[in-house]
């Protein structure tokens, strides 16, 4: 994990979208745990939980907050899109004598 003023961890924070910086959440630990994950990961991850939450909602007939532990428990369900992506830019650069 990236130190908590490290350059990595400001650029991951300025990655999420503004429904995530809306969000009351531990903010670092979500990003520790998407290391890897795209913005649109990001989005898609958030999108999910809220709407998690919204359904629950309207189940209970009481607000039903986004927490944490529902964003940390979602990225489980996610498979970081950049992974197969620079999967693919290696075996190409190998395949080539690239390094």
Excluded: C, N
């Amino acid at each position: 994990m990236a130190r908590d003023d490290s350059p990595e961890l400001v650029a991951e924070l300025d990655r999420l979208d503004e429904t995530a910086k809306a969000i009351p959440a531990d903010v670092v630990a979500v990003v520790a745990a998407t290391d890897g994950f795209s913005g649109a990961d990001l989005g898609h991850q958030t999108t999910t939980v809220v709407q998690k939450a919204m359904v629950e909602s309207m189940s209970r007939g009481e607000l039903v907050p986004v927490t944490t532990d529902a964003l940390l428990a979602a990225v489980g369900g996610i498979t970081p899109s950049t992974t197969a992506w620079f999967d693919q830019i290696r075996a190409y650069r190998v395949k080539r004598g690239l390094r």
